[in-house]
């Protein structure tokens, strides 16, 4: 009777469709594990910077509101050492040292003016072509613009300083440097103008 039972209930399975007799297994999906955390990236390390480096020269340049022609055109340049100690700097192609070289671009109502003064060649410098800039002190020097431009023609001058030191030392033992030494910064100087009226 068991045996014959048995077979009744296996009949009975394969007669119902998909094997609805057989147990089922539900099948869960997994959760996915979570991704390991990352760790936040390291913030950068602030960039170290030397207090001369950054900011280190205020440029000022200036002129009268306005000349006669033939007169001198007086053009005063000053730099501040706004750093908190002493630095060395190079005169050369600054009016520090005179009108040595085409330093300024000028221009007479929009159309550059000539050069007409010295254009130098150099060597290694000297210990006297450095000038020392004590913090906070000011250095600065005049020349006459008419000396070195043509600028006999009444008009509207602007003038700008061509922007660069040839050499910033921060340490008087390294005073002076050889050419190949030469570390150049850029400093601006604000432009001015000078109005040349008929004599």
Known sequence: MTRGYGRWVALCCLALSAGACAPRKETVDPKPAPAPEQPAPAAPEPRKENPAMAATLDCVVSVPASVRAGEPVPLRFQLTNRTAQPLYVLKWRTPLEGLMGKDFEVTRDGTEVNYLGRMVKRGNPSADAYVTIA????????????????????GRYRIAFNGGLMDVVEKQAEVPRSLEQLQSRPVSCPAVETTISAP
């Open 135 to 154: 913090p906070g002190a000011s250095v600065d020097a005049q020349v006459d613009l008419s000396q070195a431009y043509e600028m006999k023609q009444p």
